[in-house]
């Protein structure tokens, strides 16, 4: 039940863009997005309903494909900020939120 | 508004002793979920309510863990006859929704170490 993510691992220099995907074997009613720091709590980034509409962050974006039941962060213009664990968490029933083990993301000057 | 806060932040107990950790949610937000995080892995659902009643668990939590939310508004997490397993970052968080979840706001943790 938990969604996989891909890849564990990213490093990028700055001003690169980056590809988080996000893959589930159910059907979803929703998918969210985190961003963790080290040694901090999950930040909210970005959720995505059935139907398209989006809430969250100015510069991230992702895609949400209901059919396939998967969801993909876009990071672009990457910032040293950026650096953390992202984390898509998805909703199967209205509730129930489960996360997926993490991206590492690592930003370098 | 303070956000969510949990207490305590830390506590070392030893195998076989009780614990039990407290969440303060945001005020407003009816919902209240309990995670556990270990190293290099992704929240864990442990538990959610709305308002006080316990809509969904884990199977982990009917074992030695209860949650519970008497009045809807804080919530404990108890662990029984604690094993060094249980040692991780337990996260509380919580949101206003009804149907599809919303923005779950974190608080920092209470992190267990098992001796």
């Known amino acids: 039940q938990q969604p996989v993510q891909s890849p564990q691992a990213v490093i990028l220099r700055e001003g690169e863009d980056a590809v988080i995907n996000c893959s589930s074997s159910k059907a979803l009613y929703s998918v969210h997005w985190y961003r963790q720091k080290h040694g901090e709590a999950p930040v909210f980034l970005m959720i995505?309903?059935?139907?398209?509409e989006q809430k969250g962050h100015e510069k991230i974006s992702a895609s949400f494909n209901e059919k396939k039941q998967q969801s993909s962060l876009y990071l672009t213009a990457s910032q040293l900020s950026y650096s953390g664990t992202y984390f898509c968490g998805t909703e199967p029933s209205g509730g129930k939120l489960i996360f997926g083990q993490g991206t590492e993301l690592s930003v370098k000057p | 508004d303070t956000g969510v806060s949990q207490d305590p932040r830390h506590k070392i107990t030893k195998r076989g002793q009780n614990v039990t950790f407290r969440c303060d949610p945001i005020?407003?937000?009816?919902?209240l979920y309990w995670y556990r995080q270990t190293l290099g892995q992704g929240p864990e659902f442990l538990t959610y309510f709305q308002n006080e009643a316990q809509l969904e668990k884990s199977r982990l939590l009917s074992d030695r863990f209860s949650a519970e939310r008497p009045k809807g508004s804080f919530s404990t997490l108890e662990i029984q006859r604690t094993e060094q397993g249980d040692s991780a970052m337990y996260l509380c968080?919580?949101?206003?929704?009804?149907?599809?979840?919303?923005?779950?706001?974190f608080g920092e943790g209470s992190r267990l170490t098992v001796l």
């Open positions: 968080a919580s949101s206003s929704s009804t149907g599809i979840t919303g923005e779950l706001f």
């Open positions: 995505l309903l059935k139907g398209g």
């Open positions: 005020s407003e937000h009816n919902r």
